[in-house]
C-alpha cells in the first residue's frame, strides 16, 4: 500500500484548505492578543510597560525552539528514510525558525535595555540563544553550498541533529548559571508565577504566532515546490 501523505503533492492540496483556515485565526488571535497585550493588562509592578514587549518576546523564543525541535525532526526523517516531503518541510523551516530567532534576540535586546542599562550582555540565555541562529545559518549554508542538492540537504541536517543539543541548554540555561536573564515563569503550569492577566495575552500572543509559523511554511514549502518542478521541466527541455 502507498503512503500517499508523505508525498510533497499531498501537502500541496492539503495546504489549500488550511490556509485560508489557518490566515483568519491567525489574524483573530493576533487582533485580540494585541488588544488585551496593550489595553487591556496591567502594567508590571516592578517594570511598568517595559515588560508588554514580553507578549512579542516571549512567544518569538518558544517558536524559535519549537522550529528548530521540528528541524530537527524532519531531519532524522532525511537521513533516515529520505523522505521528499521531510525535505521540503525541512527547508522551508530553517529561513522561518532563524526569523523567529532574530526577533528573539532583537526584542529581548530592548527589552533588556531599560531592565540591564544595556541592550545584550554576555548572559547564558542570550548566548545560547545566538548559537541557535547560528545554527539555522549553517543549515542553509550547508544545503546551499553543494552543488547536488542530496548531499547539501545531509549535511545540513546533521547540523540540525548535532544542534539539539543546544535546545535544553537554551531552556534551563537560566537554572545551570548565573544569569541577569529572569527564570521561566511557566515552570509550572498548574501554579504559573505571572498573573492571569498576563498569561491570558501571552496565551493570545502565541496561539497567533503559532499560526503566523504555518502560515509561512505553507508559503515557503509552496514556493520551494514549485521552483522544483521548474527545475525539473527546464531540466527537459
Known sequence: MKVTWVKPRYFFEVSKVLFPIFIGLGVFFFAVGLYTALLTS???????????????????????????????????????WRSPLAELLAVSIAPIGALFTVLSLVTG????????????????????????????????????????T?????????????????????????????????????????????????????GLMTAAYIFYFFILLILRARTELNKRKLLIQESLT
Open 109 to 148: 535586546s530592548l527589552w533588556g535595555k531599560p531592565m540591564w542599562g544595556a541592550y545584550w550582555v554576555w548572559d547564558a540565555r542570550l548566548t545560547s540563544v545566538l548559537v541557535l541562529l547560528f545554527l539555522y545559518s549553517g543549515y542553509w549554508a550547508l544545503y546551499k553550498a553543494y552543488t547536488h
Open 42 to 80: 496591567p502594567p508590571d509592578y516592578q517594570q511598568g510597560d517595559a515588560m508588554r514587549i514580553m507578549y512579542v518576546h516571549v512567544p518569538a523564543s518558544w517558536m524559535a525552539l519549537f522550529a528548530y525541535a521540528l528541524l530537527a525532526f524532519l531531519s532524522f526523517f532525511v537521513l533516515v
Open 150 to 202: 542530496d548531499q547539501g540537504i545531509r549535511a545540513a541536517s546533521l547540523l540540525a541533529l548535532v544542534g539539539v543539543i543546544n535546545l535544553p541548554i537554551i531552556k534551563w540555561s537560566v537554572n545551570w548559571w548565573n544569569t541577569l536573564h529572569q527564570p521561566a515563569s511557566l515552570t509550572k503550569l498548574s501554579a504559573p508565577s505571572i498573573h492571569p492577566s498576563m498569561l491570558l495575552p501571552l
